[in-house]
């Protein structure tokens, strides 16, 4: 297993348009994060999944925000309508219950 | 108002000297994580403390938690370049999702 992968690494986009992102965690792994993280500032949570169920949700995480992980192996963050202060790098980390995140490298989103 | 202040948020100094980063709430906590970020990569785990009083090593550093489970340390004795990067502490009340501070951003000069 190489760890948490996350693709893309960067995505460019204009204002107004529609990203998704998408995360592989660690396979034995059954919880999934999502956290965004802005310059100068630490990770702030977005949303978690425990196998195919999304727990929790941040109320960072507006109405443009979807997450999804079917069968509870890979997941996707898509951003609708994306607006610049959407800019930011979007970390996704896996784990067991109750142990040490593994963070991938993260998608660093640029919006024009 | 930030629910981890980290301090100092900023830290440059020489190779060789040693140095003390915190973590510090007014909540406590079932356990404390440390995290080390390097640019343009994701946070990397370095500890997990859970007891209040607790005390971890990890080669040049030691990592503390508070005893009444609000607070914690991070010395490391004879700084190295390598060594450089942001240092994130996170913690969690149910074990369900870590919450992060802004960091300790250290620069060690050679």
């Known amino acids: 297993d190489t760890g948490v992968s996350q693709d893309p690494r960067h995505k460019i986009t204009k204002r107004g348009q529609n990203v998704t992102f998408r995360c592989d965690p660690i396979?034995?792994?059954?919880?999934l994060y999502w956290y965004r993280q802005t310059l100068g500032q630490g990770p702030e949570f977005l949303t978690y999944f425990q196998n195919e169920a999304q727990l929790e949700k941040s109320r960072l995480l507006s109405d443009r925000f979807s997450a999804e992980r079917p069968k509870g192996s890979f997941s996707t963050l898509e951003i609708q309508r994306t607006e610049q202060g959407d800019s930011a790098m979007y970390l996704c980390?896996?784990?067991?219950?109750?142990?040490?995140?593994?963070f991938g490298s993260g998608t660093r989103l640029t919006v024009v | 108002t930030q629910l981890l202040e980290q301090s100092p948020q900023f830290l440059s100094i020489q190779e060789g000297e040693n140095l003390t980063v915190y973590c510090n709430s007014s909540?406590?906590?079932?356990?404390l994580q440390w995290y080390r970020q390097e640019p343009g990569e994701g946070p990397v785990l370095l500890v997990t403390v859970v007891t209040g009083g607790e005390v971890k090593k990890l080669k040049r550093l030691t990592f503390q938690f508070g005893d009444a489970r609000k607070d914690s340390s991070l010395h490391i004795t004879a700084a190295q370049p390598g060594d450089t990067g942001l240092y994130l502490c996170a913690v969690t009340f149910t074990g369900n999702q870590f919450y992060f501070g802004t960091g300790t951003s250290l620069t060690v000069i050679p």
């Open positions: 980390a896996s784990s067991y219950p109750n142990s040490g995140y593994t």
């Open positions: 909540s406590v906590f079932s356990s």
């Open positions: 396979s034995e792994h059954n919880r």
